[in-house]
T-cell receptor
């Protein structure tokens, strides 16, 4: 079975540019989570969806960040405009409803210069 | 604010020894507890989960949970150099499936 798929794996962009990160959850999983990981702050939950509906976006740092899940097999996390402090590894994870075990994708390493 | 605390390490053990990783959490309502392993430059990988007080064993790994003390641990027996990684403790409170992660403990197993 394919795991969680994320793209791109690496993204380097200039400050002010729009960045879009993509995620395909494990087939059949109906919960999807976006995390950000930095050395200073560790792994932080940004937003999570259940059955394609955003349930909790309290971790989204500010209005520059937005996330969508148009269907059960695809989600995007967008940063517009990007800033150097957004540089981090962004992970997507999914889980099967009713179970709490989350499975992570390979991550997108974002560098904003 | 729910908190999960881990000793950042590094924890260094010789090959073949038992490595003991510890985690405390602040939310008494937490129900589910997870250990993830993260190799450098890789994503977190789920290795153990525990829901009930006591011990849960899976191969060389044993998770221990004490809800009264708000403490969860991971023991790795017969440690191998391939076990060298950062171990993340994660705690879920209530039924909303949100996990709060500790910052992780770096484990180094020396040949």
């Amino acid at each position: 079975d394919a795991g969680v798929i994320q793209s791109p794996r690496h993204e380097v962009t200039e400050m002010g540019q729009e960045v879009t990160l993509r995620c395909k959850p494990i087939s059949g999983h109906n919960s999807l989570f976006w995390y950000r990981q930095t050395m200073m702050r560790g792994l932080e939950l940004l937003i999570y969806f259940n059955n394609n509906v955003p349930i909790d976006d309290s971790g989204m740092p500010e209005d520059r960040f937005s996330a969508k899940m148009p269907n059960a097999s695809f989600s995007t996390l967008k940063i517009q405009p990007s800033e150097p402090r957004d540089s981090a590894v962004y992970f997507c994870a999914s889980s099967l409803g009713g179970q709490n075990e989350q499975y992570f994708g390979p991550g997108t390493r974002l560098t904003v210069t | 604010q729910k908190e999960v605390e881990q000793n950042s390490g590094p924890l260094s053990v010789p090959e073949g020894a038992i490595a003991s990783l510890n985690c405390t959490y602040s939310d008494r309502g937490s129900q589910s507890f997870f250990w993830y392993r993260q190799y450098s430059g890789k994503s977190p990988e789920l290795i153990m989960f525990i829901y009930s007080n006591g011990d849960k064993e899976d191969g060389r790994f044993t998770a221990q949970l004490n809800k009264a003390s708000q403490y969860v641990s991971l023991l790795i027996r017969d440690s191998q150099p391939s076990d060298s990684a950062t171990y993340l403790c994660a705690v879920e409170g209530g039924s909303n499936y949100k996990l709060t992660f500790g910052k992780g403990t770096l484990l180094t197993v020396n040949p």
